[in-house]
């Protein structure tokens, strides 16, 4: 059986599982309808996330003398954000702005590549970097489960080993010598001259710590705009309103969640994980939280669907324009 047929298999599982356990309920998906002016608002805060997000991307492209203007990163970063929301998977959308990056800086392809991988560990900090100060104006949520409790250890460990390992690399010493040693020792090989222009490009980034700081900053932001967002949603629901913190951690949990490639997109996984969270920091409230995150999984579909189908179109008219010229 096909890897992606099991994947599927076992989404389909886990939706039921959730739904015969009353975490998921699809009927409370048509009550978004009843407030209009609090789901247009949802949509913005969509919107307001691909900003933020674009506005992280340039900072680390400026860094790198990418030259893009805003409206052209924020194209990017939407159709990025589309194809990784849409489409299976989580890594789709990084070869869409790589694909972007490398049109427009052709010979800059070490730096594209620093660029993106970046933006992506940025990102990733910035969630645990939200969790550790959730963790730290709430710390009863130690006390409250053995799971939970590994898990917030592990994030707060991350973003401390993330944040010391960058601060440690700024006493480095600006050359180590290995990009003289590999000129030297390899300069016959024509990879020798990927691997120095790529630690030439991590050099570049050493330098610009208030602009990495300031990424950390906008990912932070951008998981604050996420947990409004769910907030939101949870309110249209009509369903309890737990503590904002919790639905923080929820939030990052789920997105950690979604990360493990057991179903397409991290389907039913990550809705699973949100209902625990709250579940096990709320253990007196029983909702259909599960309903929440696919709510959320819903309207980023409304949103994005149009960008991917723009870019498959132009991508598919584009050769058809070429050939019939050429004919």
């Known amino acids: 059986m096909p890897v992606g047929l099991i994947k599927v298999c076992v989404s389909l599982i886990v939706l039921v599982f959730l739904a015969h356990t009353a975490q998921l309920n699809l009927y409370l998906l048509t009550k ?11 949509f913005a805060l969509f919107i307001l996330m691909v900003m933020v997000n674009a506005w992280r991307w340039q900072r680390l492209n400026t860094v790198q003398r990418i030259q893009l203007r805003f409206n052209q990163t ?26 972007y990056l490398f049109r427009h800086a052709p010979q800059q392809k070490s730096a594209a590549l620093l660029s993106v991988f970046f933006d992506r560990i940025t990102g990733l900090l910035g ?5 550790s100060c959730m963790t730290s104006l709430h710390p009863a949520l130690f006390a409250r489960n053995n799971p939970l409790f590994y898990w917030l250890i592990t994030c707060i460990g991350l973003c401390a080993f993330g944040m010391s390992a960058f601060f440690i690399s700024l006493a480095l010493p ?24 790529f630690f030439a490009a991590i050099r570049i980034y050493r330098n610009a710590k208030w602009v990495i700081l300031e990424c950390l900053l906008l990912s932070t932001i951008i998981q604050m705009l996420m947990v409004v967002t769910l907030w939101m949603i949870t ?18 949990a789920t997105q950690i969640a979604n990360l ?18 709250l579940q096990m920091l709320n253990p ?34 584009k050769p058809m324009v070429a050939v019939e010229i050429n004919g």
């Open 32 to 42: 978004l309808l009843s407030h209009p002016v609090l789901l247009i608002t949802t």
């Open 284 to 317: 007196h409230v029983v909702a259909a939280f599960a309903t929440v995150f696919m709510a959320y999984r819903l309207i980023g579909l409304i949103i994005y669907l149009p960008g991917v189908l723009v870019y498959v179109f132009n991508f598919k008219l």
């Open 235 to 252: 309110q249209m629901m009509a369903l309890p309103l737990v503590s904002f913190i919790d639905f923080g951690i929820a939030s990052a």
């Open 174 to 197: 600006q050359q180590m010598g290995m990009s003289d040693w590999l000129r030297q020792r390899f300069a016959a090989n024509a990879w020798s001259k990927i691997v120095v222009d």
């Open 127 to 131: 969630i645990f970097i939200y969790v």
């Open 74 to 99: 924020a194209i990017a970063t939407y159709l990025g954000t589309a194809f990784n929301n849409v489409l299976p998977g989580s890594v789709g959308g990084d070869v869409v702005r790589l694909f």
């Open 260 to 277: 493990i490639p057991v179903t397409p997109g991290g389907i039913g996984v990550g809705e699973m994980a949100f209902a625990n969270v």
